[in-house]
């Protein structure tokens, strides 16, 4: 059997940066040992498995790998694979609308395209579930899985803990920038102190004086993944829990996050949230994409 895929570089505009992407136009017939078997052939952070939708009023019904493991939702493989099907305008002999609707385990993935000139460059995502903010972390445990000092760790404004919309992770801000280019992560310590079915990674962010609002880096190495050049499901969470901690009850935030950099692959995430009456009403990540590969699998 063979089957289409393309490559795309997610939250970039230029060709090798950002975060790499497989996506498998057609994955009728594939089991899912067969995608796992696949995503660690790619050994990309994440490959997606396109598939009809259950309801036919969505776009598609799509399956997110990372070398190790399927995750319920993930930014940068649904901006991905939605830049992917609106630049083709069909999918399984259907037109493909905007805004889409991706069928994943963790809900429906609302996707609006980007355009430019009239071009597709790129997509937005509203995330499957509200943002939530579960259990605080200790700052030496942080310290311990990226190689840093407790020291290291900013806490006046929040204790690092797990946040999620859809994919949990573990938020803690640092105090300087040169802490979080020495941060290295320890996988002995993620498997002892932050398991995999607890929380998807850890991001670590400072505040940022130039172009952009933050700099961020993700570790997860349980899930194969070394260090993430760009990470929505994470950066859409960090946008609701640092809307959720201004004082003002009624709020709109917009960053501009960039990631990737100590790693060579330069990533821009632009994120939103909206906070009403002190809750967290919305909240929204987008980038640009580019193509970088076509070809076919043999299974």
Do not use: W
């Amino acid at each position: 059997m063979q089957l289409e895929f393309v490559t795309v570089d997610v939250f970039t505009e230029q060709r090798f940066g950002g975060n790499p992407l497989a996506v498998v136009l057609d994955a009728r017939g594939l089991a899912t040992q067969q995608m796992q078997a696949i995503a660690g052939e790619f050994n990309l952070a994440e490959t997606t498995f396109v598939l009809p939708p259950q309801d036919a009023s969505h776009t598609a019904q799509v399956r997110i790998f990372t070398p190790r493991a399927e995750l319920p939702f993930a930014g940068h493989p649904n901006v991905g694979t939605a830049f992917v099907l609106a630049s083709a305008g069909k999918s399984f002999g259907r037109s493909v609308g905007d805004p889409l609707v991706f069928e994943e385990k963790a809900g429906l993935v609302r996707l609006d395209v980007l355009r430019e000139s009239g071009a597709i460059v790129g997509a937005r995502l509203a995330p499957p579930q509200p943002f939530a903010r579960a259990d605080d972390i200790a700052p030496d445990v942080v310290a311990a899985a990226c190689s840093l000092s407790p020291a290291d760790i900013e806490t006046a404004n929040h204790a690092p803990c797990i946040a999620s919309c859809g994919n949990p992770f573990v938020f803690a801000e640092l105090k300087t920038r040169s802490a979080l280019a020495a941060a290295r992560g320890r996988t002995e310590v993620f498997a002892e102190r932050l398991k995999a079915d607890r929380t998807a990674g850890l991001l670590l962010y400072v505040k940022e004086n130039g172009g952009f609002d933050l700099q961020v880096r993700v570790f997860a190495p349980l899930h194969g993944i070394t260090e993430d050049p760009a990470t929505g499901s994470g950066n859409v969470a960090l946008v609701g829990l640092l809307a959720s901690l201004h004082a003002e009850r009624d709020l709109t935030l917009n960053l501009r996050i960039s990631q990737g950099v100590d790693m060579g692959r330069p990533s821009l995430l632009e994120a939103a949230a909206e906070k009403r009456g002190g809750k967290i009403t919305g909240t929204s990540i987008g980038g640009r994409c580019v193509f970088v590969m076509r070809g076919t699998l043999e299974v």
